[in-house]
């Protein structure tokens, strides 16, 4: 009976862990179209951030995959399975400079908030590195999250 438990959390684990795999994916490429695309008196400010955050995700993303492979998981990895399970939008190409702030406010804090379950996952099941590497994430998405809401005032 035990084994069956421990087998359901390492599944929801690794669901919980793909779903962040396709959610920094997805704002990997929506924070390129932000860095491409911002204009008008902060640009130099938001071009540089987006910059600086696409970068960061670019680590994490790899890692929370290759921490789900070490788990004998399985990362998706094509544009239509991130699509699929993301539970954050795509830039529609149309966002003046605030609303890319205020929206990628919006998605980190989402996903700050899914890692939480994933913490608790990884908690229950004794995977402290899995509930490390999330924790480490939440608290980056913060700071993130705090930079840009003093950025907007």
Do not use: C
């Amino acid at each position: 009976m035990a084994k069956t438990t421990s087998t359901t959390q390492n599944t929801t684990l690794e669901q919980v862990l793909n779903q962040q795999v396709a959610n920094l994916n997805v704002l990997y490429v929506k924070l390129h179209n932000y860095h491409w695309y911002v204009r008008g008196e902060k640009f130099f400010t938001l071009h540089e951030k987006f910059e600086e955050i696409y970068n960061d995700i670019t680590l994490k993303m790899d890692e929370v995959a290759e921490r789900l492979l070490t788990l004998k998981g399985s990362p998706v990895a094509t544009m239509k399975e991130f699509l699929d399970i993301t539970t954050i939008q795509e830039a529609d190409g149309k966002e003046d400079a605030s609303k890319m702030v205020q929206n990628l406010i919006e998605d980190l804090a989402t996903v700050a908030e899914e890692l939480e379950e994933g913490i608790d996952l990884a908690e229950n099941a004794h995977d402290h590195v899995t509930g490390d590497i999330l924790i480490t994430i939440k608290g980056d998405f913060e700071k993130h999250m705090w930079m840009l809401r003093s950025l907007l005032g």
